[in-house]
Nanobody, 116 residues
């Protein structure tokens, strides 16, 4: 079984920065993609950014140029550096691991609140 634990959320003023971390433990088979999703109150969960085991990334248009995703394959870690935060970035951020063999795993989420 795979477990994901996020950390790094909190309260920040608009224009500020936060760095989220995700630690994956357990047996990850194959070369899973790691990603970050978010869900704001009253809205559906949406993709923020994801990164393949080879380092290919893609981002939601709303965060391009402001957020950067990275991973450490040796440590099974994923990171999301968030700069120039806006009030509309306020959401619960979830770490995701997608494995071809096992499907999707989710963390419990970490709350990011951006005050304007």
């Amino acid at each position: 079984q795979v477990q994901l634990v996020e950390s790094g959320g909190g309260l920040v003023q608009a224009g500020g920065s936060l760095r989220l971390s995700c630690k994956a433990s357990g047996r990850l088979r194959g070369f899973p993609t790691m990603g970050w999703y978010r869900q704001a109150p009253g809205k559906q969960r949406e993709l923020v950014a994801r990164i393949t085991s080879g380092g290919t990334t893609n981002y939601a248009d709303s965060v391009k140029g402001r957020f950067t995703i990275a991973r450490d394959n040796a440590e099974n870690m994923a990171y999301l550096q968030m700069n120039s935060l806006k009030a509309e970035d306020t959401a619960v951020y979830y770490c995701n691991v997608h494995s071809y063999y096992d499907g999707d795993y989710w963390g419990k989420g970490t709350l990011v609140t951006v005050s304007s």
